[in-house]
């Protein structure tokens, strides 16, 4: 047994093996990060979900996980998917802005086109 149990064991009262999956993603220095987690999704359901991939992405599903979960929990109905439309609403509205500035540019250089082609004649 590892003398100093990860966040996920010390949060669910059990030993840590040697072979726990939670240990590698989940340090006894940050269990509020384990505790989100196990709130949204629930130990056995993140047990079979590292299980289920390979190694070398699981830290990246951890993460993944617990950020949709802090989501979840700071807007219960909309999640991640609020924030999502939050930031699709900014790319639509800065793209109909520079649509604007760009229509704005156009039209001055047609204006200042025109003035440099009346100086000349």
Same mark, same amino acid.
């Given at each position: 047994?590892?003398?100093?149990?990860?966040? *996920? %064991?010390?949060?669910?009262?059990?030993?840590?093996?040697?072979?726990?999956? &939670?240990?590698?993603?989940?340090?006894?220095?940050?269990?509020?990060? &384990?505790? %989100? !987690?196990?709130? !949204?999704?629930?130990?056995?359901? =993140?047990?079979?979900?590292?299980?289920?991939?390979?190694?070398?992405?699981?830290?990246?599903?951890?993460?993944?996980?617990?950020?949709? *979960?802090?989501?979840?929990?700071?807007?219960?109905?909309?999640? %991640? =998917?609020? !924030?999502?439309?939050?930031?699709?609403?900014? !790319?639509?509205?800065?793209?109909?802005?520079?649509?604007?500035?760009?229509?704005? =540019?156009? =039209? *001055?250089?047609?204006?200042?086109?025109?003035?440099?082609?009346?100086?000349?004649?």
């Amino acid at each position: 047994m590892n003398p100093k149990r990860c966040a *996920a %064991c010390k949060y669910l009262r059990r030993r840590c093996p040697k072979d726990c999956i &939670f240990s590698p993603y989940f340090p006894p220095n940050d269990p509020a990060k &384990f505790a %989100c !987690i196990h709130r !949204i999704y629930g130990a056995g359901n =993140v047990s079979k979900m590292l299980q289920q991939l390979p190694e070398q992405t699981r830290a990246e599903a951890v993460e993944s996980l617990c950020f949709e *979960a802090k989501c979840r929990v700071d807007d219960p109905v909309y999640g %991640c =998917v609020g !924030i999502i439309s939050l930031l699709q609403t900014q !790319i639509q509205n800065t793209q109909n802005e520079l649509a604007k500035v760009q229509a704005e =540019v156009a =039209v *001055a250089q047609t204006k200042l086109s025109q003035n440099q082609n009346s100086d000349f004649m």
